[in-house]
Nanobody
Framework: QVQPVESGGGLVQAGGSLRLSCAAS????????MAWFRQAPGKERDFVAV???????TYGDSVKGRFTISRDNGKNTVYLQMNSLKPEDTAVYYC?????????????????WGQGTQVTVSS
């Protein structure tokens, strides 16, 4: 079992960058697929990025070319580097985890969730 905790959110101007971190407690972090989702007020939770246990990754169409997901198994941490931020990126960003090796991309596939970190991109 893992317990994700997100950090690194904040206010940034359009075009700027931000790096989110997700520290996930647990002895078997390397065996979990890790993902980032985001949710704006009144909207559904959307897929952002996922990285598998083997390092494979997938990005949501809206963030391809701008965001990069990575993981450091030694630190039990997954990162989301966000560049060229746009106002439409404004949302609460959630870190999620599940046991397995596939790059799952829907919220219902994940069991463990962090509380989220707010990212606000101003015009």
């Amino acid at each position: 079992q893992v317990q994700p905790v997100e950090s690194g959110g904040g206010l940034v101007q359009a075009g700027g960058s931000l790096r989110l971190s997700c520290a996930a407690s647990g002895r078997t972090f390397s065996m979990y697929t890790m993902a980032w989702f985001r949710q704006a007020p009144g909207k559904e939770r959307d897929f952002v990025a996922v990285i598998s246990t083997s390092g494979g990754f997938t990005y949501g169409d809206s963030v391809k070319g701008r965001f990069t997901i990575s993981r450091d198994n030694g630190k039990n941490t997954v990162y989301l580097q966000m560049n060229s931020l746009k106002p439409e990126d404004t949302a609460v960003y959630y870190c999620a985890a599940r046991w397995g090796s596939n790059t799952y991309t829907v919220p219902r596939d994940y069991i463990y969730w962090g509380q989220g970190t707010q990212v606000t991109v101003s015009s």
